[in-house]
């Protein structure tokens, strides 16, 4: 079971918008802005998309976006691509006896 | 260019060890904190370890802590993993990662292709 709680499943067609939910506590997500998000397609590694809550590294398209609102940070991709299917995790610093940790994963499929 | 390799995956049987090492190049490597992620096969990522610039700071995931050892060579450019005491559940792909500079959080924004540790006997 992850510390982090996200949806298994979001979807949208292209050219639509897409919101995933990432529900944490306190001790994480509620605490600190220190929430990331990573993309991630089959048999790759991971790809940093946000960090800290709503910032975008270096070549990130500004079609995602972060937001947090308590204990929940989410991730919206707007204008749906093809190339945006794949799998998103959510990532938080955590105070206590994890320093980091993910969501269990959102499946994006692009109808 | 930033790369990060890992090698040293492999089979080892349950109670066995394994190093796992990450060769970094195209950057400072003692400017930066490092972190090992795993994916077991088919599920999602878990953050195992973090260690800090200098190796001053260490954390690990409370599923490896007391069998993991982090660590790095500043002069070799490399990160380590010592996994001791495996079990079947330690089965995953693991990844090196770079953590972006003055950012907080998990930001790495830079990942290894990671490296299958399969243990089982």
């Known amino acids: 079971q992850s510390a982090l709680t996200q949806p298994p499943s979001a979807s949208g067609s292209p050219g639509q918008s897409v919101t995933i939910s990432c529900t944490g506590t306190s001790s994480d997500i509620g605490g600190y802005n220190h929430v990331s998000w990573y993309q991630q397609h089959p048999g790759k590694a991971p790809k940093l998309m946000i960090f800290e809550v709503s910032k975008r590294p270096s070549g990130v398209p500004d079609r995602f976006s972060g937001s947090k609102s308590g204990n929940t940070a989410s991730l919206t991709v707007s204008g749906l691509q093809a190339e945006d299917e794949a799998d998103y995790y959510c990532?938080?610093?955590?105070?206590?006896?994890?320093?980091?940790?993910f969501g269990g994963g959102t499946k994006v499929t692009v109808l | 260019e930033v790369q990060l390799m890992e090698s040293g995956g492999g089979l080892v049987q349950p109670g066995g060890s394994l190093r796992l090492s990450c060769a970094a190049s195209g950057f400072t490597f003692s400017s930066y904190e490092m972190n090992w992620v795993r994916q077991a096969p088919g599920n999602g990522l878990e953050w195992v370890s973090y260690?800090?610039?200098?190796?001053?700071?260490?954390y690990y995931a409370a599923s490896v802590k007391g069998r993991f050892t982090i660590s790095r060579d500043n002069a070799k450019n490399s990160l380590y993993l010592q996994m001791n005491s495996l079990r079947a559940e330690d089965t995953a792909v693991y990844y090196c990662?770079?953590?972006?500079?003055?950012?907080?959080?998990?930001?790495?924004?830079?990942w290894g292709q990671g490296t299958l540790v399969t243990v089982s006997s």
């Open positions: 990532s938080s610093y955590a105070a206590g006896n994890n320093f980091y940790v």
């Open positions: 260690i800090s610039e200098s190796g001053s700071n260490i």
């Open positions: 990662a770079r953590e972006k500079l003055s950012c907080h959080g998990d930001c790495s924004d830079y």
